[in-house]
């Protein structure tokens, strides 16, 4: 066992040396993930409001203004501009100007009074397929209201739904990007931090006398997992204050879980950092590996669609992915009240992960050596 | 001689390239040994095998009786290994990177302390202790990374291309060191492509093409039948223009070789064509001489390439 991690102390210690004597690293470590945390976490909005939207209004009664006013009120629709012609409001979508077009035919007022169906036609730009699938939504919404009012003035509705939305009342974007965003930062930084550490060794022929050491694989590699692993840690701890206190996000569930259950995600992570140390001959490949880690962690994770709608062949792919894992501990204990005993077998899973890079590096490590 | 370093039929292969061929050699305790090459020859391969990283692909080897093949482990804690990139942390201090390689070597404690007094005397580097290695010149980067070298008081220490990019007093500074740890009884294996260099060495090996193709005392280098061709006389011609002389020498029957040395003209010649060249040359001195170490390796070289066309 001792002679498995031999050399680890050493490695250690010179590594804590490393960082401090590196303001660089320092800062690239701690603030650039803070920075990005700040950056996405305000500028993303999933949640679909003032949507530009150009009226082309033939019928100019007091029942079409009124049918407008309610679009208006819903916050979904901005009535940005009145065009004159069907042209006009056509150009105005195909120009980018306006997302949404609605006309109101000449005799929408007279059939309305004939008690004939009055049409009204919504067009609307399906370029991003939230924006308009909430367009439908509430224009057909917002339509249907209007007409029960009509058939039905003041009588009862014989259905209604309330619906209750639980954990994020508010229906929050921050309260839902966030915790999936700490995963990707996380990973980002540490796995950049990890390989780039020993890519320099390699580069610099500091590795090449370490090989002739007593010091083992085992060794070298957990001696750098610490102090990086440490320092991810520090970063989540800054992390979750920002999201508590900045972005107001509660935590429903116990932290210190969720402490304890990012470390093995921490160690999968720095695994991977390792592996990839392993493949890089330079400190730019390094980069460049670590950058391919962000997009399938990002798009396959859960982080921003959901698993469940995935095609089954990226269903199974995204089982391979650790952030999968993280984000649904994060997700479980920030935003559900989640504990341990739901959310152990991602822990697990992510251990096992874990401990699987780290010995693969070493395996390549060793193979590596002796060419 | 205790054989301190013993290759038998050592031949390594990467795929189809063969990186060592066939090389066996011995080196005694306390001695100073260089290996002697071009560039990409095979010497790091040797190194790196006899240190237990590589595994031949024939032949075997032992250092302080440890097989290469099976005391892998066991023979890093007894050799010290100093590479031509001094494998230093440059953002440490003298003293911190002392301190990291006592470390990996497992010295501990009032053992630390002592070895790290030594070997800082030795070096005579103390007064940069609190410097950053990156901040210090050539010559005491590699009296540095000599230091960490030894720092486990190793038996055998090998030094690949130690002195490249070296000023020649901290290179001087640097083999009068090494002489002074060989009188304790330490082994230093040395590879170079300095002629200047291995000619300080206690013996020599030449390596060319993946093969050890010469072993000795500089002495018995000298006196190679290979480097002596049978018929042949080693001729110094001094004169004051010897670059415009040279064509002539070439051009004189009977001449092999022929290169400048400062002032004068060293060159391989059929004996019988001695006397013949010395009359053609009025008022110019032609004398016998010893071949030097650069001579030997050239018609060392230039045989094998004869050889193989």
């Not at chain 1, 100007?97 to 035919?105: C, F, L």
């Not at chain 2, 063969?18 to 001695?31: H, I, L, R, W, Y």
């Not at chain 2, 055998?156 to 083999?175: C, H, M, Q, Y």
């Amino acid at each position: 066992m001792n002679s498995l991690f031999y050399g680890l102390m050493p490695v250690c210690r010179k590594e804590v040396l490393h960082i401090v004597r590196d303001p660089g690293t320092l800062f690239f470590a701690l603030l650039i993930p803070m920075i990005q945390l700040f950056l996405f976490g305000f500028a993303v909005d999933t949640n679909v409001r003032q949507i530009p939207t150009v009226v082309f209004d033939e019928s100019q009664t007091q029942e079409s203004r009124q049918l407008l006013d309610r679009l208006a009120a819903s916050d979904v629709f901005k009535l940005r501009s009145n065009a004159t012609s069907k042209e006009e409001m056509y150009e105005a979508i195909r120009a980018g100007n306006a997302r949404v077009g609605i006309r109101i035919p000449y005799d929408f007022a007279r059939n309305l009074q004939a008690g004939t169906t009055a049409s009204v036609l919504v067009l609307v730009d399906g370029s991003d397929s939230t924006v308009a699938g909430q367009a439908v939504s509430t224009s057909t919404g917002v339509a249907l209201q209007q007409s029960l009012a009509r058939v039905a003035p003041g009588g009862r509705l014989p259905i209604e739904v309330r619906p209750s939305v639980l954990y994020n009342p508010a229906t929050r974007s921050a309260n839902f990007f966030v915790p999936g965003l700490i995963a990707i930062l996380l990973q980002v930084m540490t796995i950049l931090l990890i390989a780039l550490s020993l890519v320099r060794e390699r580069e610099r022929g500091t590795l090449e006398q370490l090989t002739m050491t007593p010091v083992a694989p085992l060794g070298l590699m957990v001696g750098k997992m610490i102090p990086y692993g440490a320092l991810a840690f520090v970063e989540l701890c800054a992390i979750l204050a920002v999201m508590r206190l900045v972005f107001q996000v509660p935590i429903h569930g116990n932290v210190f879980v969720l402490l304890a259950m990012s470390i093995p995600f921490l160690l999968t992570v720095l695994g991977i950092g390792l592996v990839i140390s392993t493949k890089a001959r330079t400190q730019a490949e390094a980069f460049q590996l670590s950058m391919g880690t962000i997009l399938p962690s990002v798009f396959l994770s859960g982080f921003i669609f959901m698993i469940d709608n995935m095609p089954p062949f990226f269903q199974v792919v995204s089982r391979f992915i650790p952030a999968t894992y993280y984000i649904e501990i994060l997700r479980g204990i920030i935003l559900r009240g989640a504990g341990a005993r739901e959310l152990w077998i991602n822990a697990a899973v992510l251990t096992a992960m874990g401990c699987a890079a780290v010995l693969l590096a070493a395996r390549q490590f060793v193979r590596q050596r002796s060419t | 001689m205790t054989a301190v370093i013993q290759a038998s039929h050592l031949t390594i292969r990467f795929g189809d390239f063969t990186a060592v061929n066939d090389v066996s050699f011995e080196v005694g305790k306390g001695e100073v040994f260089g290996l002697l090459g071009p560039n990409g020859s095979g010497k790091t391969t040797i190194i790196k095998a006899l240190c237990g990283l590589l595994t031949p692909s024939e032949g075997t080897g032992t250092i302080l009786g440890m097989d290469i093949r099976k005391d892998a482990s066991q023979i890093k804690r007894h050799v010290g290994y100093m590479s031509q990139q001094f494998g230093l942390y440059e953002d440490l201090t003298v003293a911190e990177n002392i301190a990291f390689y006592a470390g990996v070597y497992g010295i501990k404690g009032p053992q630390a302390v002592q070895r790290k007094a030594e070997v800082l005397k030795l070096t005579g580097i103390e007064p940069y202790m609190d410097r950053r290695a990156g901040r210090l010149s050539g010559g005491w980067k590699q009296r540095l990374a000599l230091a960490c070298a030894i720092i486990h008081s190793p038996e055998v220490v090998f030094l690949d291309e130690p002195t490249s990019g070296i000023d020649p007093v901290a290179r001087r500074a640097l083999w009068d060191l090494l002489f002074r740890l060989s009188s304790q009884g330490v082994t230093f294996f040395v590879t170079t492509h300095y002629m200047d260099e291995a000619e300080r060495c206690e013996r020599l090996g030449y390596i060319y093409l993946s093969k050890l193709v010469a072993i000795g005392t500089v002495a018995e280098l000298q006196q190679m039948p290979q480097a002596n061709p049978p018929g042949t006389a080693r001729i110094q011609i001094d004169t004051a223009t010897p670059s415009s002389l040279l064509d002539t020498v070439r051009a004189k029957r009977g001449v092999r070789e022929a290169t400048i040395f400062g002032r004068s003209i060293h060159a391989l010649i059929d004996a019988d064509q001695l006397e013949p060249l010395r009359t053609s040359l009025p008022g110019v001195s032609v004398q016998v001489v010893e071949p030097s170490l650069e001579d030997v390796f050239v018609t060392l070289t230039n045989t094998i390439q004869e050889a193989k066309q």
